[in-house]
């Protein structure tokens, strides 16, 4: 069965403050793993798909990097607007079937 | 502008009612999701469809039912035999199954 784990679960910056969030995964090949952003009451919003260790995006203050066990989230410089909820999500390569994990609850404070 | 509508932002259910959740693309996606989500706990697949007239459970199906008669249309209907309703469902769309997810803003549904 995919597992996903995220941690920290909460995790509470200064404004400039950068820092990683983590995510293990298991699953029976890999198709793809993604990041989304979530903030309260709204539903996820898309940010990154990885698809092979060793690949790398970026999107601003945001940059994601994969290896074949973990995926991680570097946020560099956080703004209070990077406050939300940022979720992991695998999928393997022989269903259809995407496994979140349950996210890390990021606070930014001025 | 495209993208995903789900309706309503609130709804509430009373024992043994059913209530359909209604969502709509205007993507032109042919893969449509939806998940549930609950404190503490990732998102979970309810049903799922990869095209009009199909569809396929979930990890979390029992107590819930799906039709897809249009290509736009996806909507969830929770049945009094759901006996934990109350969560944050969530509708996605994907160009093609297996694509990254495009979220509505979800339906809080609460039990009266």
């Known amino acids: 069965e995919d597992q996903v784990t995220q941690s920290p679960e909460a995790l509470r910056l200064q404004e400039g403050e950068s820092s990683s969030l983590n995510c293990s995964y298991t699953?029976?090949?890999?198709?793809?793993l993604f990041w989304y952003r979530q903030d309260p009451g709204k539903g996820p919003e898309f940010l990154f798909t990885l698809y092979s260790a060793g690949e790398e995006k970026e999107k601003e203050r945001l940059k994601a990097t994969l290896t074949k066990k973990e995926s991680f989230l570097h946020i560099t410089a956080p703004k209070p607007e990077d406050s939300a909820t940022y979720l992991c999500a695998v999928q393997a390569l022989t269903y259809q079937k995407v496994t979140f994990g349950t996210g890390t609850k990021l606070q930014v404070i001025p | 502008d495209g993208g995903i509508t789900q309706s309503p932002k609130y709804l509430f259910r009373k024992e043994g009612q059913n209530v359909t959740l209604s969502c709509e693309q205007n993507l032109n996606h042919d893969a449509m999701y939806w998940y549930r989500q609950d404190p503490g706990q990732g998102l979970r697949l309810i049903y799922y469809?990869?095209?009009?007239?199909?569809?396929q459970k979930g990890d979390i199906a029992e107590g819930y039912s799906v039709s897809r008669e249009k290509k736009e249309s996806f909507p969830l209907t929770v049945t009094s035999a759901q006996k934990n309703p109350t969560a944050f469902y969530l509708c996605a769309s994907s160009l093609r199954s297996g694509e990254k997810l495009f979220f509505g803003s979800g339906t809080q549904l609460s039990v009266l």
């Open positions: 699953v029976s090949g890999l198709r793809g």
């Open positions: 469809s990869q095209i009009v007239n199909d569809f």
